[in-house]
Nanobody, 121 residues
């Protein structure tokens, strides 16, 4: 089963809001920072926001002031509240966690399956 499962995407008009949810396994949620990335057609995947286990958040400049990332500890989920959406926010949004898998420090990248966000003008 997927360790990260996204939900909440959809179609919204410019200026509207959506909330994405990333349900994580308990192990990943408790031990790792979790990120949201997005990939628009023909573009590279880019980091949108990240949050540490102590809820320290960071944002891409393009979404600062409009998006808010948070942790839902009761449900092992990371939420991305997206307000004042713009057509350029249209993309597939992915949840990501980089996990240390052994004592040598090898890392594994977990990705969710993605959820489509479409913002119409």
């Amino acid at each position: 089963q997927g360790q990260l499962v996204e939900s909440g995407g959809g179609l919204v008009q410019a200026g509207g809001s959506l909330r994405l949810s990333c349900a994580a396994s308990a192990r990943i949620f408790s031990r790792n920072a979790i990120d949201w990335y997005r990939q628009a057609p023909g573009k590279q995947r880019e980091l949108v926001a990240s949050i540490t286990t102590s809820s320290i958040a960071n944002y891409a400049d393009s979404v600062k002031g409009r998006f808010t990332i948070s942790r839902d500890n009761a449900n092992n989920a990371v939420l991305l509240q997206m307000n004042s959406l713009k057509p350029e926010d249209t993309a597939i949004y992915y949840c990501h966690a980089e996990v240390v898998v052994n004592v040598e420090g090898a890392r594994y990248h977990h990705w969710g399956q993605g959820t489509q966000v479409t913002v119409s003008s």
